[in-house]
């Protein structure tokens, strides 16, 4: 079992930043890709950005590119997103998640990953 804990989250004015973080612990696996989520009220969940066990690759959602960036820890357990220009549409629970069977890429899509935090509170006021 891996406890995906993540923090970060708080309200923000529009052009304003956020950083996220995620920290994973209990069970080791050889690695796992992470990943963030968002879900909007009345919406369903979407995929943010990702990135592999090695950090080597990384992907993002195209409402993303450009003004988010996911990183890893020195020890891999911890994740973060910085995201940047924060629009009032980005108002949402970010979730992170970690999917151990992937470890040089990373999913795009919720029902590949394992493993779920439970969420954070971003709000961008306009």
């Known amino acids: 079992q891996v406890t995906l804990v993540e923090s970060g989250g708080g309200l923000v004015q529009a052009g304003g930043s956020l950083r996220l973080s995620c920290a994973a612990s209990g069970r080791t696996f050889s690695g796992y890709a992470m990943g963030w989520f968002r879900q909007a009220p009345g919406k369903g969940r979407e995929f943010v950005a990702a990135i592999s066990w090695s950090a080597t690759n990384t992907y993002y959602a195209d409402s993303m590119k450009g003004r988010s960036t996911i990183t890893r820890g020195n020890t891999k357990n911890t994740v973060y997103l910085q995201m940047n220009s924060l629009k009032p549409e980005d108002t949402a629970v970010y979730y992170c998640?970690?999917?151990?069977?992937?470890?040089?890429?990373?999913?795009?899509?919720?029902?590949?990953?394992?493993?779920w935090g439970q969420g954070t509170q971003v709000t961008v006021s306009s």
């Open positions: 998640a970690a999917d151990p069977s992937r470890l040089q890429t990373a999913a795009a899509v919720d029902y590949a990953y394992h493993y």
